[in-house]
């Protein structure tokens, strides 16, 4: 059975910084690719950026709307997603959730993490 369980979220000021972890567990779990999604009160849940397993390095992308803020990066057993946060902003308010693409499909949602930004 695969799990993801993500961490590192709080309450931070606008331009501040934080941290998520995002780490999937299962055994024979072949993964192609881990991202991160995030949910705002009453909003649809959306992409922030993803990271490919096919390469050493990985091929990042990311949505518009964090591109030069947010930084996406895996441990060399690529099971574990960062994703690093900076000059953040109230509009980046959201439950925070990774996700990954394995053989069967999506790999399922873990109980995300909180991140607020006040202003």
């Known amino acids: 059975q695969v799990q993801l369980v993500e961490s590192g979220g709080g309450l931070v000021h606008t331009g501040g910084s934080l941290r998520l972890s995002c780490t999937l567990s299962g055994n024979g779990v072949n993964i192609w690719a881990m991202g991160w999604y995030r949910q705002a009160p009453g909003k649809q849940r959306e992409l922030v950026a993803t990271i490919t397993s096919a390469t050493a390095e990985g091929m990042t992308n990311y949505a518009d709307f964090v591109k030069g803020r947010f930084t996406i990066s895996r441990d060399n057993a690529k099971t574990t997603i960062y994703l690093q946060m900076n000059d953040l902003r109230p509009s980046d308010t959201a439950v925070y959730y990774c996700?990954?693409?394995?053989?069967?499909?999506?790999?399922?949602w873990g109980q995300g993490a909180q991140v607020t930004v006040s202003s």
């Open positions: 996700n990954a693409i394995i053989d069967s499909g999506l790999a399922g």
